[in-house]
């Protein structure tokens, strides 16, 4: 009995320890296969890795055949060139001053598909003179003095070359503010899609720097704004924000210009449409009378971005957005992340931009809302715009072909007889800096 208990405790251990090996074969089998099926995927990664390296992209090769078919092109008119060069000097005397072929024009079609070395160096003579020129205006009345830098609407990309550039508000920024949310690592059909304001993902990523920052930095940046007729610029921010009231985060702004400055029968209802173009000039003369800051979507360029005190190494303009922007992009070494880039939806364009429900252009209508000034209220409104005409180079005489000669009292007052013309002249760039030390950073 007591010998075939033993037995069967013997058996019990056996059973025990064979279960327990049985486990643990089962257990690295298991592993074995995990860790055998984790080489193989990370083999076929490598595998298609190396596949994609040696096989170029798509945008590698458009690119490539873009480049090929300009190349063919330049050597195309060479040749032609040099044709007509050979019969010229075998016509004699008379034939070679046979005009040769003028030059193809500087165009601002897309960046992607206008490009040349030619192109490049008239581009590149006419940033320097911009420059030059601004800088003559500032050191003619001492700018740097009366505006020191302002940083609140830098954006400041050091991972990209340092790049630097001041967003001027209602200046074709939609599209350089596309161009950051790229650099920022957004994708393009997010961009797209997304109901965000391009300003509020921008800034998730690039927030307002510090002075110092900016300072420390600006010496090997590559820095940058776009500027846009002073008159145009105030005009389309009129037309998008207060025109008709339709703009919700500004309507009540427009309704205080209107009770301000509208007339209205005794006892009757204010109009419910937004101030006129006229009331929205006179609001920002008093405005700017009384030292206060303007919005950024009308505050001068010379205190916003204070260009006398940042050495911006380009200036671009609207006028030549898409030839300055290539320039900018090629400059900082970005065509592989920038060129070539798919426009934005139509919607989405006229939503960003901050584009009129009309799709007219406010250079287009300027003519026509000016009509509705008199001489001196736009000598007045000079006042407070002259120093950006002349830090970029704009002509400010042609509006006042634009306006009446005469102001509504003058014409009130010499009502028995013909209108006087206003004896007003012109307001110097000296009278317009008076008050102009007041205004700081745009809100």
């Given amino acids: 009995m007591l010998i075939r208990l033993r037995y069967g405790r013997r058996l019990q251990t056996y ?3 064979g279960a327990c090996v049985l486990v643990g074969l089962c257990y690295f089998a298991f592993l074995f296969r995990e860790s055998l099926n984790a080489y193989e995927h990370r083999e076929r990664a490598t595998a ?9 992209s798509k945008q ?3 690119l490539k055949r873009q480049q090929l078919q300009r190349q063919r092109i330049l050597a195309k008119q060479q040749e032609q060139g040099k044709g007509i060069a050979g019969g010229n000097a075998s016509a004699g005397s008379s034939s070679s001053q046979a005009a040769a072929p003028p030059p193809p024009p500087a165009t601002t079609l897309n960046p992607v598909y206008e490009y040349s070395e030619e192109l490049h160096s008239r581009t590149e003579r006419e940033l320097q003179r911009r420059s030059e020129h601004l800088a003559a205006v500032c050191d003619r009345y001492k700018l740097q003095e009366k505006y020191p830098p302002n940083p609140w ?17 209602k200046a074709a920024s939609s599209t350089w503010m596309y161009y950051f949310n790229i ?3 957004y994708d393009v059909k997010y961009l797209q899609r997304t109901e965000t304001q391009p300003l509020e993902l921008a800034r998730k990523r690039f927030p307002r720097p510090e002075l110092g920052e900016l300072m420390e930095l600006l010496p090997s940046a590559l820095s940058f704004l776009f500027v846009r007729d002073p008159f145009e610029r105030i005009l389309s921010a009129y037309r998008n924000k207060l025109e008709g009231n339709k703009n919700t985060f500004y309507k009540a702004l427009g309704n205080k210009i209107v009770h301000r400055y509208r007339m209205r029968n005794l006892g009757g209802p204010w109009p419910r449409c937004g ?3 006229e009331e929205f000039v006179r609001f920002l003369i008093a405005e700017h009378a009384a030292g206060k800051r303007f919005d950024e979507h009308w505050a001068p360029v010379y205190s916003f971005c204070t260009p006398c005190s940042v050495n911006f190494t380009i200036i671009g303009k609207t006028e030549t957005f898409q030839r300055d922007s290539e320039f900018i992009i090629r400059q900082a070494g970005l065509e592989s992340l920038l060129l070539g880039l798919g426009k934005l939806p139509q919607r989405k364009q006229r939503k960003i931009g901050n584009q009129a429900r009309s799709g007219v252009k406010s250079e287009a209508l300027v003519e026509r809302y000016f009509a509705d000034l008199d001489r001196s209220t736009l000598d007045q409104l000079l006042k407070i715009y002259r120093i950006d005409f002349e830090l970029f180079d704009y002509d400010y005489r042609r509006y006042y072909d634009m306006v009446h000669p005469w102001s509504l009292e003058q014409s009130t007052a010499t009502s028995g007889g013909p209108a006087v013309a206003s004896t007003s002249t012109t307001p110097s760039i000296a009278s317009g800096l008076a008050g102009h030390s007041t205004q700081g950073q745009a809100t």
């Fill in 153 to 169: 609407e830098f954006f400041v990309s050091p991972g990209h070359n340092n790049l630097v550039w001041c967003n001027v508000f």
């Fill in 15 to 17: 059973l025990k320890i």
């Fill in 60 to 62: 590698q090769l458009k």
């Fill in 183 to 185: 650099l920022a690592g």
């Fill in 275 to 277: 101030p006129t173009f």
């Fill in 48 to 56: 298609a890795e190396l596949e994609a390296d040696s096989e170029p």
